[in-house]
């Protein structure tokens, strides 16, 4: 059974720090851009962050640069989004997203990618 699944979301401080995590299995991991969308209430969902396993390349909306850093562990099927210095703006629902082509993680809010995991929630509050 192919999935992905996300971890690591919480309630935070403003200026706080999380980890999410997201575990795949099912799939030829070293194949897949893996990345990460977020949907905040009424707001339409968006790109956060991606990285393609083949060159290493990164992605990341503008909103997030300087404080959002995005790994992968290919031994163990594993992509991370470390977040700091959070915002109230950052909260969200957080979904890992899977694709073997990058254009399609890249196009329309991820209207075309093949993967989605459930979700995790991170919320940035005093």
């Known amino acids: 059974q192919v999935q992905l699944v996300e971890s690591g979301g919480d309630l935070v401080q403003p200026g706080g720090s999380l980890r999410l995590s997201c575990a795949a299995s099912g799939l030829a991991f070293e194949d897949y851009v893996i990345g990460w969308f977020r949907q905040a209430p009424g707001k339409e969902r968006e790109g956060v962050s991606f990285m393609s396993s083949k060159d290493g390349s990164t992605w990341y909306v503008n909103s997030v640069k300087g404080r959002f850093t995005i790994s992968r562990d290919n031994a163990n099927n594993t992509v991370y989004l470390q977040m700091d210095s959070l915002k109230p703006e950052d909260s969200a629902i957080y979904y890992c997203?899977?694709?073997?082509?990058?254009?399609?993680?890249?196009?329309?809010?991820?209207?075309?990618?093949?993967?989605w995991g459930q979700g995790t929630q991170v919320t940035v509050s005093s």
């Open positions: 997203a899977g694709d073997p082509q990058y254009w399609k993680l890249l196009s329309q809010n991820g209207k075309w990618v093949e993967l």
